[in-house]
């Protein structure tokens, strides 16, 4: 069973749709991020949030809008997006000290098509 | 620059030979080291991780992996394949309390029955 669970699975959006991925964490990890995946690529670093403050942003255009209401949720606000943007949505989570820091913990993803 | 390198854009073998998946990285610190697999439409899953110690670290589904410093590799390997282990194999190095993990390019495994 994974422990950083997204919602939805599957999101179908037009250009001028307003919509939110989700994802939650249990394991007391303070640091959560979202990552970016095309089609036979690696994933790409979009955002970090550590102790529920954006800490890193990858220059994410602002039609993506992350938000981090507490210490286990982490939002992805979507407004405007292009169908370049159809990607996989992936929400990580890390501890922030010891041996297990570094170390991911992915959802599932998020499978998003724009049209 | 810290870069991760896989040479390898796949790998086909048989089910049952052995695999090894390479990975060299270049990384100005002591780094943290990772294979990450991920099945298609999934997230991806961690299968091992170096940071210190014995440079032979095992880690799920058989898999193991062989830091060698002076080669700057950390090759991934597993005796005998199975067809479930047909997936896309990442390799990735961070620092520890770092946030930016660097992953390579990944290698699809295909298994041949």
Redesign the interface.
Known sequence: D?E?T?TPKHLVMGMTNKKSLKCEQHMGHR?M?WYKQKA????E?MF?Y?YEKL??NESVPSRFSPECPNSSLLNLHLHALQPEDSA?Y?C?S?A??G?G?????????S?LTVL | AQSVTQPDIHITVSEGASLELRCNYSYGATP?L?W?VQSP??????LL?Y?SGDTLVQGIKGFEAEFKRSQSSFNLRKPSVHWSDAAEY?CAV????????I????T?LFVKA
Request: no cysteine; hydrophobic share 35%.
């Open positions: 994974t950083v997204q640091a991020y036979k690529k690696p994933p670093l970090v550590s800490s890193i996989l992936l990580a890390t922030t000290s041996q820091s570094g170390e991911l913990f992915f959802g599932e993803g499978r | 943290y990772f990450y439409g999934q997230g991806l899953q961690l991780k940071f990442f961070g620092g520890g309390g770092g946030f930016k993990t992953f390579g390019a990944g699809r």
